[in-house]
Every structure is written in C-alpha cells, then in structure tokens.
C-alpha cells in the first residue's frame, strides 16, 4: 500500500509565504512523477505544478514565478511565495507511482489534502 502525507498549509495574509512538503511511503518501486493540484470551493481539482523524473517541470499559468516546487527521495515540495486570496483551496499531493518492479502500470496515488488560506 502507498501512502501519500502532506504538510505545511495554513492561514497567510496576501503576499505571504507557505511551504508545503508531501512524503511518500509503502510499496514504491519507481516514483514516475509528483506533483500539486488545488481545489477551492465549488471549482474542480486543477495542476498547480508538477515534476517528472526530477528534472522537468510544469507550472499552472496562475502561479509562474511565484511558486517552486521541488523532490528528494520519495518527498515533493511546493514553495509559495507571494500568496494571493486566489490561491486559497486546498491542495492535494499526487504521485504516479510503479508500486512493483515486475509490473510496469504505474498508478495515480493522493494525499488526503491540505487547506491554505490567504486572507487578511
């Protein structure tokens, strides 16, 4: 079984900073990719910033140059600076993961979510 936690949400004022960390544990064999996606109220789930392989990564338009995010290991990270009120939601850690070595489906694994506000 794999487990995906995540830390580090929170209440922000606007122009803030949040750093929000994932770790990954279980049955892992190949992680493929990582990455961040966002829900606020009455919105559908969207990618907030994901990367493969540790090297390429994707941005939302919405938070280009303002949020970074990293691995290590079996960790993910998402550096938020500058927080807008739009970027509250919350916001799920996922992981595409090959669980073991002689079975090449890797599946889509989540985190149970954490809430970011940014208010004044």
């Known amino acids: 079984q794999v487990q995906l936690v995540e830390s580090g949400g929170g209440l922000v004022q606007p122009g803030g900073s949040l750093r929000l960390s994932c770790a990954a544990s279980g049955s892992i064999f190949r992680i493929n990719a990582m990455g961040w996606y966002r829900q606020a109220p009455g919105k559908q789930r969207d990618l907030v910033a994901s990367i493969i392989s540790g090297d390429s990564t994707n941005y939302a338009d919405s938070v280009k140059g303002r949020f970074t995010i990293s691995n290590a290991k079996q960790m993910v990270y998402l550096q938020m600076n500058s927080l807008k009120p739009e970027d509250t939601a919350v916001y799920y850690c996922?992981?595409?993961?090959?669980?073991?070595?002689?079975?090449?489906?890797?599946?889509?694994?989540w985190g149970q979510g954490t809430q970011v506000t940014v208010s004044s």
């Open positions: 996922n992981a595409k993961i090959q669980p073991r070595h002689y079975e090449p489906t890797a599946y889509d694994y």
